[in-house]
């Protein structure tokens, strides 16, 4: 890390420059927009299997200096502190595991390892190195209104809980012409289909707010079963589109049921992830579809029963040069994500600037046993029992 000014430079590799290392780039090019943060990430160097993909990055970015088709090439490179790696499930757990004994810090995407072995060899590299700084991207709570549902949890403000349903939702599979990509086949995405692609966007904020499912049933389903395969014939889509997993959720001191669903066949949503809490004393939702909107529902007994609708003000975990009447969007919750994992780097775990840490490796576990538990359940029909060794 190197300091420039009063801010700490975080030099950055990037690692599969596709959709989601693009993002990055996007949200590092305009780090202007936060307001007094004394970190800031520069990309000196990309890697990437294709050279076309890192060519994008030689054009739009600036501050590249290097660029590989070796991730090996990249992890020897001295003036790389850290690296983004958002490349196809199948090569998390090798190009995780290097990246951490290379000693660089890590953002990695999800679902952190194909399957639940995959993530458990992670795991362990991590306890060999517990001084780098690994977090797994899930940029969806950073929302002003995910951020408001999270607070009032915080504050206890639910009484006691009737229920929970956390969901990600897409529609674009709807579309039979849709072409076959990686993510629906097993050897890349893996068995967990979209549970493993969307899955930890739903149980970021559960785990963090220690919702652990003491249980599952899962419903899992297949609904496109070929694609075209680009070059004019068919292809099978050997993943799972659709799944609802229902959940028993105890915490010290309350039991609830928790409904968790991920599908990739969701017709009319685009990227709809949401959060529903019910309570005895509040109820409150937020959902992407409405970005603005957080509604509420205050109740003491024998009162009204009424859903206030409010446009939540850009409020964001790290301060913006965004006025408070805007909207805040997806691009705006990638770059407060990674505000969250720069300030951990760059001022450690124990002082960073605001509380609201990305996604941790022990969260990206907990949504395995939760995946695995769901591909047994739908094997056997049968509710299975989750063992969190506590
Ligand atoms: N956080 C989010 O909202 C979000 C959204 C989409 C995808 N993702 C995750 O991001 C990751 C990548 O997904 P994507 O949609 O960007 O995929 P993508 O297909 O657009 O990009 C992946 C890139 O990895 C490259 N690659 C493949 N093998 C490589 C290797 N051995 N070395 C270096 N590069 C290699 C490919 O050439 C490609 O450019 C996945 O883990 C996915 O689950 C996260």
Redesign the pocket.
């Known amino acids: 890390m190197a300091g420039e000014g009063s801010k700490k430079i975080i030099r950055f590799g990037v690692?599969?420059?596709?959709?989601?290392?693009k993002e990055f780039a996007s949200a590092a090019s305009r780090w202007c927009h936060l307001a007094d943060v004394d970190f800031e990430p520069r990309i000196t160097a990309v890697?990437?299997?294709?050279p076309a993909?890192t060519a994008w990055f030689e054009q739009a970015v600036p501050s590249v200096e290097r660029s590989y088709t070796d991730?090996r090439e990249l992890l020897a490179d001295p003036n790389v502190d850290a690296v983004y790696c958002?490349?196809?499930?199948n090569?998390?757990a090798q190009l995780y595991i290097d990246i951490i004994r290379a000693g660089k810090h890590l953002l990695g995407?999800?679902?952190f390892g194909i399957d639940a072995a995959a993530n458990a060899a992670i795991m362990e590299a991590l306890s060999e190195r517990p001084e780098v700084i690994v977090r797994c991207?899930?940029?969806f709570p950073f929302f002003p209104g995910a951020m408001q549902l999270t607070e009032w949890v915080r504050e206890g403000r639910f009484g006691r809980i009737i229920e929970v349903e956390a969901g990600f939702w897409h529609s674009s599979d709807l579309d039979p012409n849709k072409p076959i990509n990686?993510k629906r086949r097993i050897a890349t995405n893996g068995e967990y289909g979209c549970m493993g692609?969307l899955g930890m966007h739903v149980l970021h904020l559960p785990l963090r707010y220690g919702w652990k499912p003491k249980s599952v049933r899962a419903l899992l389903s297949k609904i496109v079963p070929e694609r075209p395969d680009g070059k004019g014939g068919m292809a099978p889509c050997e993943t799972w589109d659709n799944a609802i997993l229902a959940c028993d959720v105890e915490t010290a001191d309350q039991v609830f049921p928790m409904v968790l669903s991920t599908k990739r066949i969701a017709p009319g949503h685009a990227n709809t992830w949401f959060l529903r809490i019910q309570g005895t004393e509040l109820s409150a939702e937020f959902t992407t579809k409405y970005p603005k909107q957080v509604a509420s529902l205050p109740y003491t007994p024998g009162a009204s029963q009424a859903w206030h609708v409010a446009d939540a003000p850009y409020k964001s975990a790290y301060g913006t040069i965004t006025g408070g009447i805007f909207e805040f969007g997806f691009s705006d919750s990638i770059l407060q994500m990674w505000a969250a994992f720069c300030d951990e780097v760059a001022n450690g775990p124990d002082r960073m600037t605001q509380p609201f840490r990305c996604a941790t490796p022990e969260e990206a576990a907990g949504s395995h046993r939760v995946f695995t538990a769901a591909l047994e359940s739908q094997r056997t029909g049968w509710t299975i029992p989750l063992n969190w060794g506590e």
């Open positions: 690692i599969g420059c596709g959709l989601m290392g890697c990437d299997a294709n993909a991730y958002a490349v196809p499930h090569l998390h995407e999800k679902p991207s899930s940029e990686w692609d």
